[in-house]
């Protein structure tokens, strides 16, 4: 069983620019969620795909988006990047089922300068 | 609207004693409750659940949590700290939705 990828591991961006965020999810998971992580705090919701539609969405501006695609794979991107932004950004699946547990990847480390 | 509230940013334990990582809650919904640990560098593991079934709920590694509705609460204990188990735990409410509210965290320091 192949758990959650994510990709890249790190990432350096100025202001203004714009970044793309890749999540693999788990074998047999049609369900995938995103989080931002600021340092010392709590993940927190961004939003959640299920079937290529957005299904929820948490506090955070249309600059971030997102894609779902048929093999369940998924992007984040976001758009006019702020000092802000920085954070770790994590991935996880799961099965549409409510409050099945949610299966992380090991996140994306994103500075923005 | 749905919260979680961890009570302690910061708890140190001497291995071998009891680890207690307390947590409330808020929600307008019958909630599903969860604790996830992180690992420095490493992603967020499910320690256990609370799924509208049995009260107290086992998880791995010998933790276990206790849902009291009437308390709001869902803290997380273990009989005896190793030091494997030092660091940082999150407390997380999810209501019909499928939106998890994470709590702010609460690192667990383990002295030998």
């Known amino acids: 069983e192949t758990g959650v990828t994510q990709s890249p591991t790190h990432l350096i961006k100025t202001r203004g620019q714009q970044v793309t965020l890749r999540c693999s999810s788990q074998?047999?998971?049609?369900?995938v969620s995103w989080y931002q992580q600021a340092l010392g705090q709590g993940p927190q919701f961004i939003f959640q795909?299920?079937?290529?539609?957005?299904?929820g969405r948490g506090n955070f501006p249309p600059r971030f988006s997102g894609l779902q695609f048929p093999n369940y794979s998924s992007e984040l991107n976001v758009n006019a990047l702020e000092l802000d932004d920085s954070a770790l950004y994590l991935c996880?699946?799961?099965?549409?089922?409510?409050?099945?547990?949610?299966?992380f990847g090991p996140g994306t480390r994103l500075t923005v300068l | 609207a749905q919260s979680v509230t961890q009570l302690d940013s910061h708890v140190s334990v001497s291995e071998g004693t009891p680890v207690l990582l307390r947590c409330n809650y808020s929600?307008?919904?019958?909630?599903?409750l969860f604790w996830y640990v992180q690992h420095p560098n490493k992603g967020l593991q499910l320690l256990l659940k609370?799924?509208?079934?049995?009260?107290l709920v086992k998880g791995i590694n010998g933790f276990e949590a206790e849902f009291k509705k009437s308390e709001t609460s869902f803290h997380l204990t273990k009989p005896s700290a190793h030091m494997s188990d030092a660091a940082e735990y999150f407390c997380?409410?999810?209501?019909?939705?499928?939106?998890?509210?994470f709590g702010a965290g609460t690192r667990l320091t383990v002295k030998p």
């Open positions: 795909y299920y079937r290529e539609e957005e299904n």
């Open positions: 997380v409410v999810s209501d019909r939705n499928n939106d998890m509210r």
């Open positions: 929600s307008s919904y019958s909630p599903s």
């Open positions: 609370y799924t509208s079934a049995a009260t």
């Open positions: 996880a699946s799961s099965s549409i089922v409510p409050a099945n547990e949610q299966f």
């Open positions: 074998s047999g998971h049609n369900t």
